[in-house]
T-cell receptor
């Protein structure tokens, strides 16, 4: 079993839809959870950063972490064509100065105008 | 702009050759990470340096090596290159310590012919 599982998609939605992206993980030591957005052939861009369980909202984006289920989600409200990209979840364990991120393979999202 | 600078942006070289990729982290960041991204493998963690010292090693081949210099910039050396080494190589940096969110450069696209 991979440490982080993410459905690669592709996921295609109409403009204005609510998008739900998810990852599951197996390592119970993970405590820091991130979502990155990557446009084609560009560097991943940090969207959301959360610690432990709970919700975090930033504009149209909401990140949820359920550590009991080892499941994280990213919701995008009022999706726009500019949201079309690959979304990567990432996570790491708490370890002073030694915290490489483990990434999911990414979900490719297309928002159709 | 993430503040992480990678050079060169593109590199084309022949099999058996050696190349050096360079990364300048964000100002104040002590941790530097190297990742490899190929089409079918997602983002694979290679190696992490923290304040000049190697802190974590991932799936890095013996033909690959890296170092972080006193000014905190880092170099990734790839030798005896094979066709399968063709990929995007990303550098990321973070503050370090318990802060784990990483900021990525735009990557170096390596093509081995």
């Amino acid at each position: 079993q991979k440490e982080v599982e993410q459905d690669p998609g592709p996921l295609s939605v109409p403009e204005g839809a609510i998008v739900s992206l998810n990852c599951t993980y197996s390592n119970s030591a993970f405590q820091y959870f991130m979502w990155y957005r990557q446009y084609s052939r560009k560097g991943p861009e940090l969207l959301m950063y959360t610690y432990s369980s709970g919700n975090k909202e930033d504009g149209r984006f909401t990140a949820q972490v359920d550590k009991s289920s080892k499941y994280i989600s990213l919701f995008i409200r009022d999706s726009q064509p500019s949201d079309s990209a690959t979304y990567l979840c990432a996570m790491s364990a708490r370890s002073e100065g030694n915290t490489p991120l483990v990434f999911g393979k990414g979900t490719r999202l297309s928002v159709i105008a | 702009d993430s503040g992480v600078t990678q050079t060169p942006k593109h590199l084309i070289t022949a099999t058996g050759q050696r190349v050096t990729l360079r990364c300048s982290p964000r100002s104040g960041d002590l941790s530097v990470y190297w990742y490899q991204q190929s089409l079918d493998q997602g983002l694979q963690f290679l190696i992490q340096y923290y304040n000049g010292e190697e802190r974590a090693k991932g799936n890095i081949l013996e033909r690959f090596s890296a170092q972080q210099f006193p000014d905190l910039h880092s170099e990734l050396n790839l030798s005896s290159l094979e066709l399968g080494d063709s990929a995007l190589y990303f550098c990321a940096s973070s503050v370090g310590g318990i802060r784990t969110e990483a900021f990525f450069g735009q990557g170096t696209r390596l093509t081995v012919v």
